[in-house]
């Protein structure tokens, strides 16, 4: 068993995925390395009661394997957002977690505060104060993999917005008549962009079914016109969608996250793409591949605890 001093100040986190939910300790003077870090099933087949006991179960572990206290505040990272004026949870593709109280029940549960923030939001902190945007003022974090979307970091803060959807591009419309969107609407950015939407436009094009790693491939090979198509409309789509939100904030680094994030053509033919429907003659844009990982979930909901220190201390 892992022991460290009573006196170490700690920050806790907790990225709530859909197959996993993972725990981590850090250091609050130096949160880039980790005192300790556990995994176990989320298991949201089971309901959202079994999550919440979970979530709880793991904090116990991670006392356990320490013999560090919880603290006062422990940060949380969920697949979706709370919303500001009902405490519910919305938007969720783990979907036992919508429209419950969870910030509520994981406190009740942990007796501790907790500090739920969106995953981007996380992925964003994390970048901006640990990973490829350290040390940059304004930061949009993106996500692109089986959804899309965002997250804003300003000076080192989270924005989260009056209603809580700061950062939310991928519903912006891309397509207005184009396919229906879970959360209702049509041709979000979330139908054009997604990993799983890249995938259905190549089933349409060549009538095979194939993952977005393979077209990549075929597309790189040549030869494979309609694998080429879907990178070209990746490339084409992510400039003219991402535009939007470069007109708007302005940041001074875009961290591209997720599994879409990881093709090469992104970084060059779309940001050639950006360029051009960003409202400047010659814009400055820094687009970078994530440090830090599927661990910027974690860590950003761990720093998401400073908050409620700061506001304490």
């Known amino acids: 068993m892992l022991r460290y001093s009573p006196g170490v100040r700690t920050l806790w986190g907790v990225d709530l995925g859909g197959t996993k939910i993972e725990g981590i300790v850090v250091d609050a003077e130096s949160p880039a390395e980790p005192i300790a870090r556990l995994r176990v099933p989320t298991g949201s087949d089971k309901g959202y009661a079994h999550v919440v006991q979970a979530c709880a179960s793991l904090i116990v572990s991670l006392e356990d394997q320490t013999g560090l206290e919880r603290p ?6 969920t697949p979706g957002s709370t919303d500001p004026a009902t405490g519910l949870m919305r938007n969720c593709n783990t979907v036992c977690l919508n429209g419950m109280p969870l910030s509520q029940d994981l406190a009740a549960a942990l007796g501790r505060t907790v500090v739920v923030t969106n995953d981007a939001n996380c992925f964003a902190l994390a970048e901006a ?21 965002g997250g804003v970091v300003l000076d080192g803060q ?26 209702g609407r049509r041709g979000c ?18 009538g095979q079914a194939a993952s977005l790693a393979e077209i990549v ?6 030869g494979n016109t ?15 969608c991402l535009a939007t939100v470069v007109n708007v904030l302005d940041p001074d680094v875009i961290v591209v996250g997720g599994g879409v994030g990881q093709v090469e053509e992104i970084y060059d033919l779309g940001t050639s793409e ?18 830090l990982g599927d661990s910027a979930g ?5 720093l998401q605890a400073r908050t409620y220190r700061s506001a304490r201390h």
């Open 72 to 77: 006062e505040a422990i940060g949380f990272g």
């Open 129 to 149: 104060m640990l990973g490829a945007a350290k040390g940059a003022r304004c930061v949009f974090g993106v996500i692109l993999g089986t959804g899309v979307g």
């Open 158 to 183: 989270v924005w989260n917005g009056l209603n809580g959807i700061a950062g939310e591009w991928g519903h912006n419309a891309a397509q207005p008549d184009g396919e229906p969107c879970y959360c």
């Open 189 to 206: 950015v979330e139908t054009v962009l997604s990993g799983p939407a890249l995938e259905r436009q190549y089933l349409r094009l060549s």
């Open 217 to 222: 491939g075929l597309h790189r090979t040549g």
């Open 226 to 240: 309609a694998a080429t198509q879907v990178v070209n409309t990746l490339c084409r789509e992510f400039g003219r």
């Open 274 to 291: 950006l360029k051009k429907h960003v409202f400047h003659e010659s814009p400055k844009l820094d687009v970078r591949k994530p440090a």
């Open 298 to 302: 974690v860590f950003g909901a761990a």
